[in-house]
């Protein structure tokens, strides 16, 4: 994803709802779990961005933009950590 196309549905985002399974102030495992999320609706839909598009504004929403950013430049260089599917 672009940084153009990241600035197009930033204008959009909701904060994430509530996940009883991260009770903490510290939302850095709701973040990657919201992120890895997006990346399995990629792997699902065969890459289908705009039916994935709503799990990737739940990730947006919560991540840092360091942190998307870096993990989307990981994905297009096969060295994420997380679920493995290759950025469009």
Known sequence: TTCATQG??????KTTPVDKRFPTMNQAN???N???????C????????DAC????QLALSICPD??????DEERDEGT?????YPSA
């Open 66 to 71: 360091d942190w998307t950013g870096k993990w």
């Open 53 to 56: 598009k709503p799990m990737r």
């Open 80 to 84: 994420f950590a997380g679920v493995k």
């Open 34 to 40: 919201r992120y890895n999320e997006y990346v399995m």
């Open 42 to 49: 990629l792997k699902k839909t065969d890459g289908d961005e």
């Open 8 to 13: 197009k549905m930033s204008s959009n985002l």
């Open 30 to 32: 709701h973040c990657w």
